[in-house]
């Protein structure tokens, strides 16, 4: 089909998948835009939480940005083996099945997918609001314009990994670009001017402190801070898409994003403090995000501002990309151990998991559909998943080096075993505070997922066993079958159904029903026209059987006689021969009865292994063609025989 | 199904169809209520066109009547006529088609069937409307109530002949008995007075004159007048619907419908003169049927004043259901000869023909939705086809009296040809008078259909000719099949399949395509499991056939695989095993691919007549059964041998 070329390219051969596979430079933006977004919202989240403190809240805005850090650096460490551990490409889930059982596994295998969905429409809908809130005019198409990004993503992934990559390889770089040079700005005169530089246009004043800095609103800020860190996983689940050797590029990869977004995170945090920049209630009119009252601080409202701030939403939209990077690659592995349809591990026309992306579209566009493109009562739900996933994961890199038993393992251990705990005390952090404004739902969702997911991975179980061999294969010589052969008129079609019938078994069943619409005497036209050939050529007589259909029904009674022919011969294969014109164009099928289609799907669907079903099929508008075909084997025919 | 048979009743036997048979009482409402139903709207239409000339107008109401009369009565004596020739039932179309060729009969049944479908709109909707008058309230709901009228139609019609006929009996006499009673007082009390009777509500003053009457005023308001006679074909298409001995039945009852209608016509036709009733604008303020004005005037305006009025509305909406009894019939008998789909012959459950109840189900909706339950537009075109067909079936009748030679036929032949002079005059005038008003669409649709049925035909003797036998059937020697069998792996199912493919041939080629996400290594599968069974078994070595899949394809390889194998062997059959698993429920299929079913859509559709499509299920969860019964199989097959 050229059309699907144009739109989606020409299809890859397996064998040029090397070729698809991406660097170290478009490997930050395919599956690090999520991670090094989170520099635009992570810090305002905490920042946020912390606004009822008033200007106290800048003396923990650092605090909490290094805390973070901290915790990203242990899970930064901790992938980065997992990395050099698992070569072909191993999230939470394979490190949690792999060292502390297929049930941990797919725990975190269902907390990542659940995080990835969700950062698909949070990503993309934050990106739709902060375009919003720059042009009022948009407002009325926000779910249009949230729909929009999200098809386009899609495509772009649907396209290809390497083109996705390098499409999103400019707006990554110039937002890291633009980011970094305001953060170098920023510090250079902070430290010129004694910490106290003199902003180019002033933030707001800092609100009035109404409540005491409390452990709970620490936390809070702390937890709110850490939905900086999902999306640090998407790299380890990519190794194969790596350029050879995929193992140091991977590495490499995560060291870039993890380094350029603590560096982001720090200086934000730095700038924020030494600007005396404090968040603004969102939603109210004097509403402005922190990263736009830094740059305006630092380099004033210009024409870099603006590109600075296009930069951010360019990433904030796009940031969704690295769910559609790794969800189809966490899909295909948890498919391929059977706990979701196999179908999610084959890969397209352009060497994607197209299923997998197809998926992530509808659930997320169900979503951004759901909450009418603004998404907002989603972000606390967001990163509890993350955190459960790199728990599991970071408990199973512990069991993995016990395991393993190499010399110099305890560092490893020991490093792994933090991170366990830091993580796993984060998540614990993040769910409760959170609990109330929604993480209860991530938490009935994960335990229904996970069910599902057992559920499907039983019945592959049970065909498995169904189908298996217990040995060799048993091929007796071969059995005379039954031949059933349902006629309602003698005809061309007829003919060739009941000689394929004859090359089936020698025993024969013709069935005919008898209504009020049969447009022929069946039997007269039998006796005349079949019977003596039948004789001719020494082949035994079918068996007729005649069926009343006091209510003008053909295909019940057909099918209730072959029940009744299956049950009477318990030993026998049953072939059912289904005679069926085959018109040349589609509309034409309304001048026929769909007997033919209807008996098939029943005879498959309701009868027993014994039933064979052989359609015959007559085209038609083929006569001449079909007439010469047939005349050629007749005539060959002797002179087969003969040799 | 227990629900279908409480919907619609239980199946019917064919047996049964006498019991299902119409007398005369519930005949004339089966058959008639299109033609009784004239009496309310027909001298309406045609007074109302006298509107301008005023008073004057008076003078030429009771002409006309008698004209419409008379020409009524010549169609009917031609129908009776038609009946006793055609004791199976016949109508235009077959009187048409037996003595003036099979194009004017199609085109007679063209023109009916699209009065007949006209019918059903304007007469629901005509009757919806005059309720809609009596309560504007109902307004909004016109179409609704359009709707519902005619789904409650269909659904009596489609419970069956009978219970139509006995549902619609007690309003059919209900309007009779009121309407005949009103005009007896009305006669009564015009004679005793002297011709000037003193109206117990006056009618509204006459309108202004402000034309001259001149002929095409008076043709005018006679093609509206006309409008009466529709309706009447249908006892003559419904012989077979009537008690034995049917003939005497239907003829009776055609003389029934006639007579009343003659004689409510007339009577309707002198009241309104004698009270001196004029016809009031339609649409206007001040607008009133005339027999609602008659009905007053005569009785005045108490209880049986809203009962008649009632029975009229009744009367009206039901006057439909002539189309439902008759329009399914003229599509049977057409289809019969192969003009249309061969299932409008077929009868359903309860022994009506379902598909033609349906059909003018959905063209009458249509119509209504799209004049959004308002058809006066609709009115013009009303009459063109049931004149059409009326003058070729008397044409006709003059044909068969010719060819009959029967003494005594001379009367006959007059008769029926001063009716097709009468008829085809009366077309010509309704086409002239109504052809500005939308009679022009009816010629435009009539040879549009008639061109489309022709083409049905021609497919079908195309068919008909392609599977005709030239002679007796011939039966060579079974022919050896080639088997082709592709597989992806080794297991119980390819085990059967296997199986069934060396009971079809010898010459057995696996098709197996090797691509990325081949689950097993299958050539190493087939020398462990398969070759040494072979080998045991003494069968010939399947040709094995690795497919390489570059693009992950695997249905195209195998079929361009298949076209190639049919192109080489030019001569022989080839039969195509398609193994396929049948999950217990449709949900469990999303697990899996849907290779089977695709392959064997394809093959259907594409493949050469030589290539046979054997489908070999296996039902999941089945297992025990099959276990069983394939052991038993096996298990005797030895001792068959022997014997």
Chains 1, 2 share one sequence.
């Not at 590109?307 to 360019?314: E, Q, R, W």
């Not at 039983?458 to 052969?485: F, K, N, W």
């Not at 004789?535 to 053909?554: C, D, F, G, N, W």
């Amino acid at each position: 089909m050229r059309w699907l070329d144009l739109v989606l390219g020409r299809p890859l051969a397996s064998s040029e998948d090397k070729e698809e596979r991406v660097g170290v430079i478009p490997g930050v933006s395919v599956f690090g835009l999520d991670a090094l977004s989170s520099a635009a919202y992570g810090p305002e989240a905490a920042l946020t939480v912390l606004i009822p403190v008033g200007t106290a809240g800048l003396l923990f805005g650092l605090p909490i940005t290094i805390a973070v850090s901290v915790i990203l650096a242990i899970v930064y460490l901790s992938y980065r083996q997992t990395i050099a551990a698992y070569p072909n490409g191993a999230g939470s889930y394979t490190v949690a099945k792999e060292n502390l059982g297929s049930r941990a596994g797919l725990l975190a295998a269902v907390a990542l997918m659940i995080d990835y969905t969700l950062n698909v429409a949070v990503g993309i809908s934050a990106g739709v609001g902060a375009i919003v809130s720059a042009a009022p005019g948009l407002q009325p198409y926000t779910l249009l314009l949230c729909l929009a990004i999200l098809a386009a993503l899609a495509y772009m992934n649907l396209r290809g990994l390497r083109e996705a990559g390098l499409a999103f390889v400019p707006p990554t770089y110039l937002f890291v670009g633009c980011l970094g040079l305001v953060i170098l700005i920023g510090v250079f005169r902070t430290l010129t001017s004694g910490g106290h530089p003199q902003a180019a246009v002033a933030p707001p004043p800092a609100p009035q402190a109404h409540e005491q800095i409390t452990l709970w609103l620490f936390l809070k800020a702390f937890a709110a801070g850490c939905t900086a860190m999902t999306g640090v996983e998407a790299v380890s689940n990519g190794v194969q898409a790596f350029k050879e050797p995929p193992v140091p590029s991977a590495r490499k990869t995560l060291t870039f994003i993890v380094g350029i977004l603590i560096l982001l995170l720090i200086g934000v945090a730095f700038l924020v403090r030494s600007y005396g920049i404090t968040a603004t209630e969102p939603g109210s009119p004097q509403y402005q995000s922190i990263l736009s009252m830094m740059t305006q601080a630092v380099v004033g409202r210009g024409i870099f501002y603006y590109i600075t701030m296009v930069a951010v939403l360019l990433v904030l939209c796009l940031s969704a990309n690295t769910s559609f990077a790794d969800f189809p690659r966490v899909c295909r592995t948890i498919a391929q151990d059977g706990y979701l349809p196999y179908s999610f591990t084959v890969r397209g026309r352009r060497l994607v998991f197209t299923e997998g992306i197809l998926v992530l579209t509808v659930l997320s566009g169900a979503l951004l559909i759901c909450f009418n493109g603004v998404t907002d009562k989603l972000i606390p739900l967001f990163a509890v998943g993350a955190f459960l996933a790199f728990t599991l994961s970071q408990a199973g890199m512990v069991m993995h080096w016990l395991k393993l038993k190499q010399p110099g393992m305890t560092s490893s251990v020991a490093m792994n075993a933090i991170g366990a705990i830091a993580t796993g005390i984060t998540f614990l952090i993040v769910i409760v505070t959170k609990f109330h404004e929604g993480a209860w739902v991530v938490l009935l969702v994960i335990p229904g997922l996970y069910l599902f997911m057992l559920t499907i991975h039983r019945h592959y179980t049970q065909i498995a066993e169904e189908l298996a061999l217990s040995g060799p294969v048993d091929l007796p010589q071969p059995l005379p079958m039954i031949a059933v052969l349902p006629l309602m008129n003698v005809n061309s079609l007829a003919e060739r159904a009941l000689r394929i019938a004859y090359s089936l078994s020698d025993e024969v069943k013709v069935v005919h029903v008898q209504c009020e619409n049969s447009p022929s005497d069946f039997p007269r036209e039998w006796d005349e026209n079949v019977r003596p050939a039948i004789t001719e050529a020494k082949l035994a007589e079918p068996e007729m059987i005649i069926l009343e259909s006091p209510y003008r029904h053909v295909v019940a009674p057909t099918l209730s006689y072959i029940w009744r022919l299956e049950k009477d011969n318990p030993d026998r294969s049953i072939a059912v021969l289904i005679p069926q014109l085959i018109e040349s164009h589609w509309y034409y099928s309304f001048l026929h009865n769909q007997r033919a289609a209807i008996m098939r799907t029943v005879l498959l669907m309701k009868g027993l292994n014994r039933i064979v079903i052989v359609n015959v099929p007559w085209h038609i508008e083929k006569r001449e063609k079909v007439r010469q075909a047939t005349k050629q084997i007749w005539d060959k025919l002797p002179a087969r025989l003969d040799n």
